[in-house]
């Protein structure tokens, strides 16, 4: 098992910037990749950036250039830094961890909204 726990969301204005973080805790050592995803009201849920345990990163084009994701190893902790927000990027944004066995664990999210 292994247990995700967000932070960092809020309200911000366009072109401003967020950083949100997600703690892993339990079977971490299972865990071969971590993300953040993300759902708009009335939209489904979407990828936005993935990083792997070897540090190889992966990010939707509508964010590239924008978002960074990183990770400390040593506090278990996934980060995603969020530059020139737009009001598009508002939405719930999951923190997503992959076991090798391909089991998913997700948190319970966090609100980002972006005004204009």
């Known amino acids: 098992q292994v247990q995700l726990v967000e932070s960092g969301g809020g309200l911000v204005q366009a072109g401003g910037s967020l950083r949100l973080s997600c703690a892993a805790s339990?079977?971490?050592?299972?865990?071969?990749?971590m993300g953040w995803y993300r759902q708009a009201p009335g939209k489904q849920r979407e990828l936005v950036a993935t990083?792997?345990?070897?540090?190889?990163?992966n990010y939707a084009d509508v964010v590239e250039g924008r978002f960074t994701i990183s990770r400390d190893n040593a506090k278990n902790t996934v980060y995603l830094h969020m530059n020139s927000l737009k009001p598009e990027d508002t939405a719930v944004y999951y923190c997503?961890?992959?076991?090798?066995?391909?089991?998913?664990?997700w948190g319970q999210g966090t609100q980002v909204t972006v005004s204009s």
């Open positions: 997503n961890a992959k076991q090798y066995s391909l089991v998913n664990y």
């Open positions: 339990g079977d971490i050592f299972s865990i071969n990749s």
């Open positions: 990083i792997t345990s070897g540090g190889s990163t």
